[in-house]
């Protein structure tokens, strides 16, 4: 999986990367610092296969991962080369969602790009800013399909369809909003144009340290962000960027006793990750042996060769069948023979739907 994060200026955005990823990426009290995209490559948390990793003695645990994007602080006009972001939003095209971090704090020390704190406006101000950037990326397009349009039936159809989707565009609307219908063509179009606006959104509301128990719910700025959100089908998690950089630099320990002296049960790396797995309609399912145990991250509602296909092109090519148990029944019972014996590992075939927290078994012959 693979985010990116985007942002105003002294939002908290280049801190909350420094703390998902503690990658280093220079945070300062002005516009354009963060100058280069820092990329990052943060371990997914997942208890359960530390603890399988117990059970079996196992050799090596690999988590799924996430790869994050840090993008240099947007401002009005960057599309169209005020200040440094345009040259960065290409780095976002290929990411699977945008994390959109935005300023629901009051700091006199921190100054506000705009001079106001206003998370509505600055979401309207980055929108418009990908919005552009989308419409120059359909306008080239446009240019290409338009010489073989008039001799070739699907050119003319995409052309019409590339012409709508810029005309709603620059109605200032994303193109998540557009409606396609059950047109197959007109749908993987839209999804290869590879369009900023038409990727999902997880709002990251940065608040003071003091609101994140009872998750902001008093914070005005907060409240009409969630409302936002509901309009548009995106997700938001509350954070403290600052509170989020000081947990970095502790073990998992120390960790735990600092977010409950703070009132919280998890960080905001575990928020965005719900957040993103939510949204993305992802889930993992787990591999368990003395070598290796591994999460591997699926979309729901992937059957089992497709899950196979995952681990390697020849698990599913040679799939046969897919030895599955719930990895609580596993930890439970000690062992895959003592879940054999109780009747709680499925001998599962193609059309099995893999489910979270399934710890399989491939069998393929190639």
Not at 153 to 159: G, I
Request: aromatic letters at 8%; glycine letters at 8%; a negative charge.
């Amino acid at each position: 999986m693979k985010l990116g994060i985007v942002g105003l200026p002294n939002v908290g955005k280049s801190t909350l990367f420094n703390s998902l990823t503690k990658a280093g990426a220079e945070s300062a009290n002005y516009p354009f610092c963060t100058i280069d995209p820092n990329v990052g490559i943060v371990a997914v948390p997942d208890e359960r296969i530390k603890q399988l990793g117990e059970l079996y003695h196992t050799k090596k645990v690999t988590p799924a991962v996430i790869e994050f994007v840090d993008i240099a602080g947007l401002v009005k006009g960057a599309s169209k080369g005020e200040g440094l972001g345009n040259q960065f939003l290409s780095n976002i095209r290929e990411v699977d969602a945008i994390v959109h971090v935005v300023r629901c704090f009051e700091d006199t020390n921190v100054v506000h790009v705009d001079g106001s704190v206003n998370p509505l406006r600055d979401i309207e101000t980055i929108n418009f800013e990908l919005i552009f950037s989308d419409i120059e990326i359909l306008e080239r397009r446009i240019a290409k399909v338009a010489k073989t349009a008039k001799m070739d039936k699907t050119f003319a159809k995409e052309l019409a369809l590339l012409e709508r989707i810029k005309e709603h565009l620059e109605s200032g609307k994303l193109a998540k909003t557009f409606e396609v219908g059950d047109d197959e063509d007109e749908n993987a179009w839209l999804a290869s144009y590879n369009l900023l606006t038409y990727k999902p959104v997880i709002f990251a509301a940065n608040v003071a340290e003091d609101e994140l128990a009872d998750d902001a719910a008093n914070n005005a700025h907060v409240n009409a962000v969630r409302e936002f959100a509901k309009t548009e089908d995106s997700e938001v998690f509350v954070i403290c960027a600052q509170i989020e950089q000081e947990i970095a630099e502790l073990d998992d320990d120390e960790k735990a006793m600092f977010l409950e002296d703070l009132g919280i049960s998890e960080s905001g790396l575990e928020k965005l990750i719900k957040a993103s797995y939510k949204i993305l309609g992802l889930m993992s399912f787990l591999t368990a042996g003395e070598d290796e145990c591994r999460a591997w991250t699926i979309k729901i509602g992937t059957k089992a060769p497709q899950a196979a296909g995952k681990i390697h092109s020849d698990f599913e090519r040679g799939f046969i069948k897919a030895e599955v148990v719930n990895y609580k029944d596993l930890l439970e019972l000690g062992s895959l023979a003592a879940a054999r014996e109780k009747g709680l590992v499925g001998m599962e075939g193609k059309e099995y739907v893999v489910k979270d927290g399934d710890v399989i078994l491939f069998r393929f012959n190639v």
